[in-house]
């Protein structure tokens, strides 16, 4: 041991939160969340009013255990070793969404290039096609789906493009800003991109009203509305997410949190929409152009 680190051995030593509660609170109203849904599936009256207790409980723990790592945060509680952890784990839960997001991204390509083709071109034992009006193109709903119209790409997804990028610039606006501590530019560029976000999501939710009731393109279209919802749901569930984090950060920039130095939280949440306009881009190419 260094004499340094002799003479400072608490500043090199890793935080180790106390005993929490929280873990075990959570996991209640998670499982009181799925109570609730499955009560609803089943015809239960009831359901709906357990669902609503279980995200109760899971807001409570939010606010609860959020706000005390918060607090351990503007105490001083995480240094260097703490910093280096959080960003190693930032890391690798970003790999994660990245394999989660390559999965269904999989399931587009195999279905697109393999199996609707070979649909069309499936003979019978008895050397007749089995679906003689199916040709087996792309988009479909397969050979005995529901009609649909696609959807297009000029239209409301290249507006959310422009908007999901737009707020990739903003956000980076304020990071430019955080670095030269200059906090106006700072609050500015993310109370942008958070409403940025909240458009994008907007227009998503009109985008798949007119999908539902004017294309007849529904979960039930076959392989293309299977597809066109699995990505792009699950795509704009990780925009809700991001937007709640922007709105949580740009609420600690407020409250004159992060120094230049410091600031871990805003580049993590940071990094994770850089990662959502990515995989918005791949959606706009591979789902809604070709």
């Known amino acids: 041991m260094t004499e340094s680190m002799a003479a400072q051995p608490h500043s090199h030593h890793y935080h180790v939160p106390q005993p929490s509660l929280y873990p075990f609170i959570l996991s209640g109203g998670m499982f009181t969340l799925a109570l609730g849904f499955i009560l609803k599936m089943n015809g239960f009256a009831p359901g709906p009013w357990v669902m609503l207790g279980g995200v109760g409980i899971i807001l409570y723990v939010l606010f609860g255990w959020f706000g005390k790592v918060i607090g351990e945060s503007q105490a001083g509680a995480y240094r260097d070793w703490e910093d280096k952890s959080f960003r190693y784990g930032m890391v690798w839960f970003i790999a ?4 989660f997001f390559a999965a269904f991204f999989g399931a587009l390509f195999y279905v697109r290039t393999i199996s609707v083709p070979e649909l069309g071109n499936m003979v019978s034992a008895h050397g007749t096609t089995l679906w003689p009006d199916f040709t087996g193109a792309w988009p479909s709903a397969g ?28 956000v980076t606006w304020a990071h ?29 939710a009109y985008e798949y009203y007119h999908a539902y009731h004017e294309l007849g393109l529904t979960l039930g279209a076959g392989a293309y509305g299977a597809t066109f919802y699995m990505l792009t749901g699950f795509h704009g569930f990780h925009v809700t ?3 709640i984090m922007l709105t ?40 809604y152009w070709l």
């Not at 994660?96 to 394999?99: F, G, P």
């Not at 959807?151 to 903003?170: D, E, F, R």
């Open 248 to 287: 949580v950060i740009l609420g600690r920039t407020l409250k004159g949190h992060f120094t230049p130095e410091r600031h871990f939280a805003f580049e993590g949440v940071a990094w994770y929409w850089h990662f959502v306009d990515v995989v918005w881009l791949l959606l706009f190419v591979l789902v």
């Open 176 to 204: 430019w800003a955080l670095l030269k501590n200059k906090r106006t530019q700072l609050n500015l560029g993310l109370a942008a991109t958070v409403l940025l976000g909240a458009t994008f999501l907007g227009f998503q």
């Open 96 to 99: 994660s969404e990245v394999a």
């Open 143 to 170: 050979p005995k789906g529901a009609q649909f119209t696609p959807m297009g790409a000029w239209g409301i997804p290249a507006l959310n493009t422009a908007l999901l990028l737009s707020s990739g610039v903003t």
């Open 241 to 243: 997410l991001g937007a």
